[in-house]
């Protein structure tokens, strides 16, 4: 269990990594105004393009299933109910989400902290 766990552990925090790095860059790219890129050098707009294009792809082709494995793994060995397994599934697409997830599901598991 424990090692299911970590493995789980470590999925949560690259895919929630990338899904904050993926909504800075949207948010980036489509809230502020265009204007805005005026004042910027005309190659960080294209950067901030191509990081949002290889990590959207790296997170919803590669990471995101991985990450989904890792939480069906958990939850068949500690057997938990259908409704956190939905909210785990679901912390890949809220940014934020994985972390508070990856942090309640340790402290229901490994109250006194992961063994060594």
């Not at 424990?2 to 489509?30: D, N, P």
């Not at 191509?50 to 060995?77: D, N």
């Not at 994985?98 to 490994?110: I, L």
Request: net charge positive; glycine share 6%; proline share 5%.
């Amino acid at each position: 269990m424990e090692k299911s766990f970590r493995r789980y552990r470590l999925m949560s925090f690259v895919t929630g990594t990338t899904l904050l790095i993926l909504f800075a860059c949207l948010i980036l790219q489509h809230v502020y105004p265009h204007d805005v890129w005026d004042h910027f050098p005309h190659f960080l707009k294209d950067i901030v393009n191509v990081i949002a294009r290889v990590i959207g792809i790296g997170h919803g082709v590669i990471l995101y299933p991985i990450y989904m494995v890792m939480c069906f793994e958990f939850a068949l060995r500690v057997r938990l109910n259908l409704g956190l397994l939905v909210l785990m599934l679901a912390a890949g697409f809220v940014p934020g989400l994985a972390f508070y997830m990856e942090h309640r599901v340790q402290q229901k598991f490994y109250p006194a902290g992961l063994p060594s």
